[in-house]
């Protein structure tokens, strides 16, 4: 008999998104390609302001509610869908969920050894890349040894599970995702990265989550699907797109002309390391419809040491100034409440941008994520976090909230002019004094715990 699965997904849902998260929809290829394994898919926007715990838990129990008893229970957890979680799981128990619950995604893949002590309702936590190793969890009701796998009261090694990117299926050719002439995607030829900030997730604590890349024709054949059904827009979700050195540089230079072999028409977003970028590599880019995302951070040396990001500067400016010169669409991101950061020293980030004409500047708030070394070094900094559902750092020993606000008012502000940017800070400046910020920009703001 097959053992039946539903695999729960709550992504931040933006307003061009495809119904089935990247994410949840190579999951989803994974187990429908597994033998007496029978999925179902459930995804709801942990930002959507219609969830209700009590309705979720009671359409999950009916699933249960025939003659074949139990399910399983799969659900990716994220920074912005921990409050749902926990309102979830307990509400399950106690109205007699009997199934395995299995969590896995960045807040379990970055937790420290024990992760079951954070959420005591769940029965297995699956760490790293979780194709394969879900689908041998479900496989059998045994507490099997895989790695990347960790059962409650089981010893948690810490480890991550892997996998051959080129033997996973593929949610594209297999038809999991339904691609209408004119859509937006979001794609990915890697995962892991080879960088080391102490802000992000992409890094395990302490070491480098196994990168996996595609070499096989896989990619081509998805990158002939694309122009095939028309679509209109792909998002490339690789932490840094053109990484690995010359090898990697000369790797995303071919995938580029490939685009092009092929006739593709629409657009592309590629999230780069601006000093990788090499003449062939822009060349490739002003062939295409391109969009190059740049995340600077911060263009101030005082703080690049805490976040372990240093930029070269004047390779920065050559690649900006070669976007420009080649007509290449681009733009750059940076990081507001970091450690050792001033609101002048986020203007000077700002003004810096602003004086190369970059069409696009987004500034997005620091969070202290799960197992970064940013969270586990923050009283170093006096680093202190809002109390909200997705908590993000509002003071330190170098900004307080009210200098938080005056960097919160510069982002709203960028938001307002993209592509039409003040061209100085003091423009900038003048605007931003007065704006109310978003703050559903960044954060689930309604109440999740049921009636």
């Excluded at 930002?47 to 025939?66: E, F, G, K, R, V």
């Excluded at 992760?115 to 309702?121: A, K, N």
């Excluded at 890349?129 to 790695?147: C, D, G, N, P, Y």
Aim: hydrophobic share 35%; charged share 30%.
């Amino acid at each position: 008999m097959s053992r039946r699965v539903i695999l729960l997904d709550f992504p931040w849902a933006r307003d061009k998104d495809p119904r089935l998260p990247l994410g949840h929809a190579c999951l989803l290829s994974a187990l429908k390609a597994a033998p007496n394994i029978e999925p179902r898919s459930l995804v709801m926007a942990a930002n959507d302001p219609t969830i209700n715990i009590d309705d979720l838990s009671t359409h999950i129990l009916a699933q249960c509610d025939d003659e074949r008893g139990e399910i399983d229970l799969a659900v990716g957890v994220y920074v912005w869908s921990e409050g749902l979680v926990g309102a979830l799981l307990p509400s399950l128990r106690a109205r007699g969920f009997r199934g395995r619950i299995i969590l896995g995604g960045p807040q379990i893949s970055y937790a420290a050894e024990g992760v079951e002590r954070l959420y005591p309702d769940a029965d297995v936590f699956v760490r790293g890349f979780a194709e394969a190793a879900l689908v041998e969890v479900l496989s059998s009701t045994a507490r099997k040894r895989i790695q990347g796998v960790v059962y409650r009261g089981g010893f948690d090694r810490g480890r991550q599970a892997n996998i051959n990117f080129d033997e996973t299926p593929s949610p594209w050719l297999d038809g999991t995702f339904h691609i209408e002439p004119g859509s937006f995607v979001r794609w990915e030829t890697q995962r892991g990265c080879p960088f080391r900030c102490s802000f992000c997730q992409h890094r395990e604590a302490g070491q480098s989550v196994p990168r996996q890349r595609s070499e096989s024709g896989r990619i081509g054949r998805e990158i002939e699907l694309f122009v095939e059904r028309g679509v209109r827009e792909i998002a490339v979700l690789d932490p840094v797109f053109n990484s690995g050195g010359p090898t990697g540089a000369r790797r995303s230079t071919r995938l580029l002309r490939r685009f092009s072999d092929v006739g593709y028409r629409g657009r592309l977003s590629l999230q780069c390391r601006p000093e990788h970028v090499d003449d062939d590599f822009i060349d490739a880019c002003a062939a295409l419809d391109t969009c190059l995302e740049f995340g600077l951070q911060t263009t101030e040396r005082r703080e690049w040491k805490p976040i372990q990001r240093g930029n070269k500067l004047e390779t920065v400016d050559a690649t900006l100034s070669a976007c420009r010169d080649k007509g290449v669409d681009h733009q750059v991101s940076l990081i507001f409440g970091l450690p050792e950061q001033t609101v002048e020293s986020f203007e000077r980030s700002l003004a810096w941008c602003l004086e190369r004409e970059v069409p696009v500047i987004k500034a997005f708030p620091l969070m202290l994520l799960r197992g970064t070394e940013l969270e586990r070094t923050r009283s170093r900094w006096s680093l202190r976090e809002t109390t909200t559902p997705m908590p993000i750092v509002c003071g330190s020993s170098t900004f307080d909230e009210r200098d938080w606000l005056r960097m919160a008012q510069l982002s709203q502000a960028l938001r307002m002019t993209e592509r039409n940017h003040p061209r100085s800070i003091e423009g900038l400046r003048a605007l931003a004094r007065d704006l109310e910020c978003d703050e559903s920009r960044w954060n689930p703001t309604q109440d999740r715990h049921p009636a």
